[in-house]
């Protein structure tokens, strides 16, 4: 536990939220600036600033409980499907440096869009030297 974390403090339950699933590797709660009614946070019970730093077995455990709740966190709110994502660093705008999974529940003209939304296309790279990168950092 990191005291100085906010998602470390709620899994210890020195902040109140309003929590809808726990286990032994996770603890699932509202985020309380929601994007749509339902959104939930899904948080790791162990400190780990990115998914990268997680173990295997907390990972695993993870997107266990995200799993577990996708289709629940759907039906609870009638939503018609839901947006699944993670901010992985500052630079993806991840404000709290704990890992989590957002569930966000979608409704068909919502105004939200798709992942591709999100990004303008500005890729500089050939595709199969990105490829390589790719598999010569993973063989690291």
Do not use: Y
Request: overall charge negative.
């Amino acid at each position: 536990m990191d005291a100085d974390c906010l998602f470390c403090r709620i899994v210890a339950g020195e902040i109140p939220a309003e929590i809808v699933a726990s286990d032994a590797d996770g603890v699932a709660f509202l985020d309380l600036q929601p994007l749509a009614d339902g959104h939930t946070l899904i948080v790791p019970r162990a400190h780990a600033p990115s998914i990268e730093a997680l173990d295997a077995a907390a990972s695993d455990g993870l997107f266990r409980l995200v799993r577990r709740l996708a289709d629940p966190v759907r039906r609870a709110v009638g939503a018609a499907g839901s947006t699944i994502g993670i901010n992985n660093g500052e630079a993806s705008g991840q404000t709290i440096p704990h890992v989590h999974v957002h569930i966000v529940p979608r409704w068909p003209d919502d105004g939200a869009g798709s992942i591709h939304t999100i990004f303008p296309r500005r890729t500089s790279r050939d595709i199969a030297d990105v490829a390589s990168a790719i598999r010569k950092a993973t063989a690291e």
